[in-house]
Antibody, heavy 121, light 109 residues
Framework: QITLKESGPALVKPTQTLTLTCTFS??????????VGWIRQPPGKAPEWLAL???????LYSPSLKARLTITKDTSKNQVVLTMTNMDPLDTSTYYC?????????????WGPGTLVTVSS | ETVLTQLPDTLSLSPGERATLSCRAS???????LAWYQQRPGQAPRLLIH???TRAADIPDRFSGSGSGTDFTLTISRLEPEDFAVYYC??????????FGPGTKVEMK
């Protein structure tokens, strides 16, 4: 059974750095072709992809947010960490992590339940 | 960046009816890189279709995807009560960047 779960602060202040952790089970980031990505969704809006890290440690970032994002993995702990600097109230969203499967790296087949992050002073 | 447009914004239908949702890309997308998701209120998106037309695991066969180039379609052959939700298309393009469409809400008439 594949599961993912996001963890991190529910509230951050403007200009602070957000650190989110995705802890997963049922698959391994040692498996060729597999990736874990982060996607956020502001209330009432469409999802927005942020970053993706592959088994190979290759990393992809949204061009519009690349300067603020860092994605890393700890394969032994089955965790992927996303940091986003200089948080702004417009970054208030539900943040999801999701698996990019080895059979099709162009989609996300399993998602965590999401964690709501509010940016406010 | 490839921009996805979804039409209509809202589709008002009754259970048992057929739903046809459109996703149009601003430039050609390989069907291998086109996916559809369903999102119910308070839940994460759920993968329905990948590679343009391949149903994900455990997805009922009333869901089907088709299309190529810049025009893609998600069809729900007979709406069940649990199908009333928001549907998003998503593509992976150059340098494997991912973009989502704005969504189509399927609501009960």
């Amino acid at each position: 059974q594949i599961t993912l779960k996001e963890s991190g602060p529910a509230l951050v202040k403007p200009t602070q750095t957000l650190t989110l952790t995705c802890t997963f089970s049922g698959f391994s980031l040692r498996t060729s072709g597999v990736g874990v990505g982060w996607i956020r969704q502001p209330p009432g809006k469409a999802p927005e992809w942020l970053a993706l890290i592959y088994w190979s440690d290759d990393k992809l970032y949204s061009p519009s947010l690349k300067a603020r994002l860092t994605i890393t993995k700890d394969t032994s702990k089955n965790q992927v960490v996303l940091t986003m600097t200089n948080m702004d109230p417009l970054d208030t969203s539900t943040y999801y992590c999701a698996r990019a499967p080895e059979y099709n790296y162009a989609c996300f087949d399993y998602w965590g339940p999401g964690t709501l992050v509010t940016v406010s002073s | 960046e490839t921009v996805l447009t979804q039409l209509p914004d809202t589709l008002s239908l009754s259970p048992g009816e057929r739903a046809t949702l459109s996703c149009r890309a601003s430039q050609s997308v390989s069907s291998s890189n086109l996916a559809w998701y369903q999102q119910r209120p308070g839940q994460a998106p759920r993968l329905l279709i990948h590679s343009g037309s391949t149903r994900a695991a455990d997805i009922p066969d009333r869901f089907s995807g088709s299309g190529s180039g810049t025009d893609f379609t998600l069809t729900i052959s007979r709406l069940e009560p649990e199908d009333f939700a928001v549907y998003y298309c998503q593509q992976s393009g150059l340098s494997s960047k991912f973009t989502f469409g704005p969504g189509t809400k399927v609501e009960m008439k």
